[in-house]
Every structure is written in C-alpha cells, then in structure tokens.
C-alpha cells in the first residue's frame, strides 16, 4: 500500500493545516476546509482525517499551552516532511490532469 | 502556537461535561476545541456527537491490539465451553466488543486495581446486558442463568487480571514507532512461515531420501542453525536476535533503542563473508537430500527413493528459492521504515 497517495479530502486538510502554519487545530482546520472546499463539512470527517494523517505520519501533534481560564489544553497540528513530499505529489498530480484535460475541454465548449 | 485566545461564550455545561464523560482520555482536548462554535445548544449537539464519535473511532481502532483480544476472548470463553455455541457467542463477542471500546476509553492503560476493577464490571455489564438484550429481541438464544451468572463472574475477573498486565504493558501512542513495528512484525511472520516450510521440505526429503540417523538429525539440525548464524553474523551487536544490545543510560532514548535492536533482527543487505557463506550453506544442506538421490540413481542404489516426492520437493525447493529473493526485499522496505522513524524521531528530538 503507498502511503504517499492522498485522497482529495485528506489534501484539504493538509493544505488547511499548512496554510494556519502555527495557528493550526481542530476547529480552525475545520474552518478553512470548509473554505477551501465551498461546501459544508462535518467536524468529525476533518478529525477522522486529522488521526490517519497523523497515524500515516503526514501530521503530527502536540498539546499547547493550557488555556489561563482553566481547561485542556488544544491539541496544534504541523506538517511533517512525508505530509509536504505527499501533499506536493499530489499537486503535481492535479496539474498534470489539468494540462491533459482544459485543452478538451476547451474544444467541446 | 502560544494561548492568544480570549474567552468566548462558554457551551452549556451540561454539554460540556456530557462530552468530557463520553471522550477517550488521550481525546480529551477536543472538548475544548467546542466552545470555539458559538452556536444554539441544539447545533452544538450534533458538532459534539461527531466530535464524539470520530474521536471513539480512532481510539478504538489505535488501541485495537489482537494479540489482546485473542487472549481476552479464550479467558471470556472458558467458563462456556460445555454451553450451547451460539449463545455462549454472544456473550463472549459483547463483552470483547465493550472492552474494546472502553480500551479506546483508558489508552494507554496504567494498570492500576482501579482500571482492573473497572474493566471487571465493564465485562460483566456487557455480559449481563447481551442477556437482557437477547431477552426483549431473541428470547430462544438466552442461557441459563446459573450459567450466565457463573460465567459472568470467573470470566469478568480473569480478564481484569489479564488486562492490568497487558496495561502495564502497552506502550504510548507513536505512530512512527508503531508503523515501524508494524512492517518488522509482518516480515519477522513471513519469514518465520518461509522458515517453517522450509524445515517441512527438508523432513520431507529425509523421508523421500532414506539415510542414517546421524544424517538426518545433521540434515534437521544444520538449516536452522546456518540460518540464525547468517541473520546473526550480519548484525554487529552482541547478545540475542531480539535484545537491545546497549545499556539503557538517561542519555539514551529506549525508543531509538529498540528499533535499532529491530533493524539488527532483520535481513540486512551483508558484506560480511561468512554471513553469505551460511546463506548458501542453508540452500545446500536443503537441497542435500534431492541431489544424494540423484547421486544414488547413477551409483545404481535408488531402490528406496521416493522419485514423486523428490520431483515435489525439488519444485518446491526453486519456489522457496524465488520466495527467499522477495522476501530480501521485504526486509530491505522494514529496514527503510525503520531507518524513517529513526531519522523522523532525530529530528524532532533537535527541534524539541
């Protein structure tokens, strides 16, 4: 099984989780990748996906600062070098697809 | 990554602790990330049972361990022997599936008589409630309630016994270390069931081949042990297969520890000679009994020899051969992966 293959859903979380850079956990994900997709996603399809990233180790996480109101402290997700070559792969695959298929479409149309 | 928030209109309590309570404990931070959606309780709801339920998903799916649950299953499983099958099924498979569940719940586990005691009640209201179950849907499935009752107790404290000492024994949640275990665990299982037929095929030309005793026990005996010489031989450490090799100090991380002692167990691409030499000792003393049959038809002596079985044994040979070359390159992808998590842990460890 290659590891390195991303599904469109798991490049819309990475892309979220390196576009917050430092800022970078559960619902600000959630946020941008409803912003990225333009369609309403469930918070807990995002950290499904969050937990394979990780378990694949595209991601990895670690626990902030605690809050000084009291409480948990958020959990902050960053990139890791196999997340960044997959997420790059990944890119370079769309836009070959892009290339091969805007010409045609052009035609058509 | 520093705290900038500024407090927020908090959710209902109720909520809140509702959540907190149904939330693994190594997902507990996710109740926090809620009072982030300022919306009505009702909405707050459904964000929290996804939340909730993707949260138990992967817990349960990381905690998972077979080797626990095979164990879990025959302890459960004993007092029912001499029950009907399908019933004692299902109450065997309700209380595994609870403690599953409740596995995700307490990860990693600390083992303490509290967590026993716990996961004894756990078990039998499991065990109790696939009755009661069976009771309102399926009525004719139920057991005797001396026999649930007798099972419910020897099963539910045996397991508790057996879980506090797989809980002292699980290790925290490390998806590198636990990718790189999971490919040594895998090729160590291939390589042992290559093993296993390759000691058949050799019982199996001994009988084909008849000869003396001293033979056939050298013919048993030398494939093993060229084989755990090369693996061996090839590795430059001290001590067993299996073992960490150095001492554990507090300037050494046991992690890097133990996987370097993995990467030592498996087959590395050698240059030591003498490693290669055992590797083609091992082919040669396999491949022993079909050629002395050989030799023994031109010496004009074949008259006990198995000629079916040999023309097997021989096929069988050229595919344990091919599948020696595969699983050379299944040792060469572990040891990537493991050189992987090596380097990943490395630096992480400079970036703290």
Redesign the interface.
């Known amino acids: 099984m290659n590891e390195d293959v991303l599904g469109q859903f798991e490049q819309l979380v990475l892309t979220a989780v390196l576009s917050l850079g430092?800022?970078a956990?559960?619902?600000?994900i959630h946020e941008k990748v409803i912003e990225l997709a333009e369609r309403e996603v469930?918070?807990?399809?995002v950290?499904?996906t969050l937990?394979?990233l990780?378990?694949?180790?595209h991601l990895?996480s670690k626990?902030?600062?605690?809050?000084?109101?009291g409480?948990?402290?958020?959990?902050?997700y960053r990139l890791?070098?196999?997340g960044q070559r997959a997420l790059r792969q990944a890119f370079e695959t769309s836009r070959r697809l892009q290339q091969t298929a805007e010409p045609l479409w052009e035609f058509k149309t | 990554?520093?705290?900038t928030?500024s407090?927020k209109p908090a959710p209902p309590r109720w909520i809140e602790a509702f959540v907190k309570w149904l939330m693994p404990r190594s997902a507990?931070?996710?109740?926090?990330?809620l009072?982030?959606?300022p919306l009505p309780a009702w909405q707050l709801v459904w964000?929290a049972?996804?939340?909730v339920?993707?949260?138990n998903?992967?817990w349960t799916r990381?905690a998972f361990n077979f080797e626990r649950v095979l164990a879990e299953s025959l302890v459960l499983s004993t007092p029912f022997w001499w029950t009907p099958a399908l019933p004692a099924v299902i109450v065997v498979a309700s209380a595994i599936a609870v403690l599953r569940v409740r596995d995700a719940f307490i990860y990693p586990g600390e083992g303490t008589p509290a967590e026993a005691t716990a996961d004894a009640l756990v078990a039998a209201s499991a065990m109790v409630g696939s009755q009661l179950l069976l009771w309102l849907a399926a009525p004719w499935l139920m057991m005797d309630p001396a026999v649930v009752a007798r099972g419910t107790v020897i099963g539910s404290l045996s397991v508790s016994l057996l879980r506090a000492y797989f809980h002292l024994k699980t290790p925290e949640y490390d998806?590198?270390r636990?990718?790189a275990a999971s490919w040594f665990k895998a090729t160590w299982r291939i390589m042992a069931m290559w093993l296993i037929a390759c000691i058949t095929l050799i019982f199996s030309s001994i009988e084909a081949v008849p000869g003396g005793l001293v033979r056939n026990f050298l013919l048993g005996f030398c494939p093993v042990m060229s084989f755990f010489l090369a693996l061996k031989l090839q590795s430059n450490t001290l001590g067993g297969l299996f073992r960490r090799s150095e001492p554990i100090t507090i300037f050494t991380d046991p992690v890097e520890q133990e996987l370097s002692a993995k990467k030592n167990a498996l087959w590395q691409r050698s240059d030591i000679v003498l490693s290669q030499c055992f590797e083609v000792v091992f082919f040669v003393v396999l491949a022993f009994p079909l050629v002395s049959a050989v030799w023994r038809w031109l010496d004009g002596t074949a008259g006990d020899v198995d000629w079916p079985q040999v023309a097997t044994n021989f096929a069988a040979l050229l595919t344990l051969a091919y599948l020696w070359t595969q699983i050379k390159k299944l040792n060469t992808e572990a040891l990537r992966q493991i050189d992987?998590a090596l380097a990943?842990r490395r630096?992480?460890a400079v970036i703290g």
């Open positions: 430092e800022d956990y559960g619902p600000k469930s918070i807990g399809s950290y499904i937990d394979r990780e378990d694949k180790g990895a626990p902030g600062r605690p809050p000084q109101w409480g948990q402290a958020r959990r902050y890791r070098a196999a | 990554m520093n705290e928030r407090p507990a931070s996710r109740a926090e990330d009072k982030d959606y964000k049972a996804g939340t339920s993707a949260s998903l992967t990381r998806p590198d636990h990718r992987e990943v630096e992480e």
